[in-house]
């Protein structure tokens, strides 16, 4: 019992402090740093971000082509309807990278009528060459499209 309350204990107590101050000054002279990383949240992540168009600077009567990407393709994400018009505006997923130049648009996904309300309307949609926004003569409201 003497040998165990006179030697061993103490050895224990001065071996552990020994391995703690080295464990202790092995991350202070490596510079071990624990970074916070920002968790992903949502359905995209980071460098797919959505790009944005809006109509307000369109002309109207014409079709605007937006490009997919040369190596894949675009997704539309969602429409905006920031103000309403009394006229349409249709949404193609075009045939090609020329659509509009060679007049075919390609295939309809949506048509937003006369006086569509307010809001948020969400897609989500792959699209192969890019998107066609067909205005309508007349066009006059602010819809933001959103697409990455």
Not at 95 to 102: F, G, L, N
Request: proline share 3%; aromatic share 12%.
């Amino acid at each position: 019992m003497n040998f165990i309350k006179n030697q061993l204990v103490p050895f224990l107590f001065i071996f552990g402090v020994i391995v703690g101050l080295g464990g202790l000054g092995y991350f202070i002279i490596t510079g071990v740093k624990t970074e916070f990383v920002e968790p992903e949240v949502g359905s995209v992540p980071i460098t797919h971000e959505y790009q944005a168009t809006s109509t307000y600077p369109m002309t109207a009567n014409t079709q605007h082509l937006i490009k997919a990407a040369t190596y894949g393709s675009v997704t539309l994400g969602s429409v905006v309807v920031a103000s309403t018009t009394s006229h349409t505006i249709a949404i193609y997923n075009a045939t090609s990278s020329e659509a509009v130049a060679d007049g075919t648009y390609g295939t309809l996904i949506t048509t937003f009528p006369a006086d569509t309300s307010q809001g948020t309307y969400t897609f989500d949609i792959e699209m192969n060459a890019g998107l066609v926004l067909d205005l309508a003569a007349g066009f006059e409201g602010n819809y933001v499209v959103t697409y990455r």
